[in-house]
C-alpha cells in the first residue's frame, strides 16, 4: 500500500485519528477530528501538544491512579496519557475531551505505538471516538434502574407496614400497661422500689426494641448505593433482616432456622444485602405460607474468600419454565398486586456490584437460592482499574 493510499484511508476515516511524536506534539489531524474537536489541522499540527484536547483536573487524577497501580512516578501531563501503552504496547480507555468551544466530549481512546520503517517507534497513534450520547443512554439506564429499585423497595415496605405496626403496637401496648400499673400504685400510695425499678427496666427494655424496629425500617428504606462499603457482622445482617419480617413470619406460623458455625464478617453494604435477604425470605413466607410443612433455613457457610449464603424453604422447588425467567425484571408469579416482578433482578443486580452471585439450585428437593459474596470486597481495586485503564 503506498504512502498517498494510506493517507486517503485515515483522511476518509470516520473516528477521529490523530498522530504525535515521542513528547506529545500533534503530527497528524485528520478531518473527522477536525469535525469533532473543531481545531483546523494547520493551526494545531506541530503547535499544540496532544494534551490540549484532555481536561486537566482528569490528567491529574490519572496521574495519581497511575502511581499507585504501577509503583512509580508518572509524571502529569501527555505522560499519563502513554505510559501503559509504552509499558504493554497499547491501551484503550474513556477520556474526556475538550473541544475548541470547551465542550465537554465523552470518549473512547485507543492508543497504539507509530513504528517507522526499521521497526522503531517514533510516535503515537491515537483513534478517538465520541461516545457521549452512549454515556447519556447510560446514564438515563441507571436513573430509569433506580427508580425501579425505589419501586420494588417501597412495594416491599408496604408489604411489610402492617405486621410493623403490629409489630411495634404490641411493645407499646406492654409500656401503657406497665405505666398505667405504676401511676395506680402512686395514686394508691402503694409505692414499692422494688415493682417500680423492675417495670421502669422493663419499660426501658421495650422502648430499646421499639427503636431497633424504627432503626430498622428506616435504613431499608434508604437505598443504600452511595454507602461505603463497610466490615459488618453477617449475622447481625441476617437479624436485622428477620427483624423486619418477624411479624410475617410469625403470623404464618414459619420458623426460621440459622445454621452458621461462627459469626462472619464481610465487607460489603450493609442495607443492600439485608434488602436481597428480606426479598429472598419473604419471597419464601410467602410461597410456603399454605403448606402443611412450613419452615425457611439460613444456612451460612465460609468458603476461603468468599461467603455463602444458602436461603432454603420447604416448597418442593419451581418448575423450570418458571426458573428460566425468574432474575428477568417484572416477572412474578404472584398476584396481581402482590408483587413488582423486580425483587429477585434488583437482588441480582446489588449482589453483581458486590463482585457476588445469585443462582437458584434447581438440583436441591426443596427451593433453594445460593448467594455468594466476597469477604474482603474488591470493587475499589476494580474501578481504580478499570479507570486507569
Not at 83 to 110: I, Y
Not at 298 to 319: E, K, M
Request: charged fraction near 25%; hydrophobic fraction near 40%.
Amino acid at each position: 500500500m503506498s504512502d498517498r493510499h494510506a493517507l486517503s484511508i485515515l483522511n476518509s476515516a470516520r473516528y477521529a485519528i490523530i498522530a504525535t511524536d515521542m513528547n506529545g506534539l500533534i503530527t497528524f489531524f485528520n478531518p473527522a477530528a477536525h469535525r469533532l474537536l473543531g481545531y483546523e489541522s494547520q493551526e494545531i499540527i506541530q503547535v499544540y501538544n496532544f494534551s490540549i484536547f484532555l481536561d486537566p483536573f482528569e490528567v491529574f487524577e490519572r496521574a495519581q491512579i497511575l502511581c499507585e497501580e504501577l509503583k512509580k512516578n508518572v509524571e502529569i501531563g501527555f505522560p499519563v496519557i502513554v505510559e501503559k501503552t509504552t509499558l504493554f504496547g497499547g491501551e484503550e480507555s474513556e477520556w474526556t475531551f475538550v473541544d475548541q468551544r470547551r465542550n465537554r466530549l465523552s470518549m473512547s481512546l485507543s492508543v497504539s505505538p507509530m513504528l517507522d520503517a526499521q521497526n522503531k517507534q517514533e510516535g503515537y497513534l491515537f483513534i478517538a471516538r465520541d461516545i457521549s450520547n452512549q454515556k447519556e443512554l447510560e446514564k438515563r439506564l441507571e436513573e430509569n434502574r433506580a427508580s425501579l429499585v425505589s419501586s420494588s423497595k417501597l412495594a416491599s415496605l408496604g408489604e411489610m407496614a402492617g405486621g410493623i405496626a403490629h409489630e411495634i403496637n404490641n411493645p407499646l401496648a406492654i409500656i401503657m400497661g406497665k405505666v398505667d400499673r405504676l401511676l395506680m400504685l402512686l395514686d394508691n400510695n402503694k409505692y414499692d422500689f422494688d415493682i417500680f425499678k423492675k417495670d421502669m427496666n422493663k419499660v426501658k427494655d421495650t422502648v430499646t426494641r421499639i427503636s431497633k424496629i424504627i432503626t430498622g425500617l428506616r435504613s431499608y428504606a434508604r437505598s443504600g448505593e452511595k454507602d461505603p462499603f463497610e466490615k459488618t457482622s453477617c449475622e447481625k445482617i441476617i437479624q436485622d433482616t428477620l427483624g423486619l419480617c418477624a411479624e410475617k413470619l410469625k403470623f404464618s406460623s414459619i420458623p426460621v432456622e440459622i445454621i452458621m458455625p461462627h459469626d462472619f464478617e464481610i465487607e460489603c453494604r450493609p442495607i443492600q444485602i439485608s434488602q436481597v435477604l428480606l426479598n429472598l425470605v419473604t419471597n419464601s413466607a410467602d410461597a410456603i405460607q399454605k403448606l402443611e410443612d412450613r419452615w425457611i433455613k439460613i444456612i451460612v457457610s465460609d468458603l476461603d474468600h468468599r461467603i455463602q449464603i444458602q436461603i432454603v424453604d420447604s416448597g418442593a422447588g419451581i418448575p423450570d419454565n418458571v426458573a428460566k425467567r425468574l432474575m428477568e425484571p417484572f416477572f412474578t408469579t404472584k398476584e396481581i398486586g402482590k408483587g413488582t416482578g423486580l425483587g429477585l433482578s434488583v437482588s441480582l443486580g446489588i449482589l453483581k456490584a458486590h463482585e457476588g452471585t445469585l443462582i437458584l439450585d434447581r438440583e436441591c428437593e426443596n427451593t433453594k437460592f445460593v448467594i455468594e459474596i466476597p469477604k474482603v470486597h474488591i470493587y475499589k481495586k476494580v474501578e481504580t482499574t478499570r479507570l486507569a485503564s
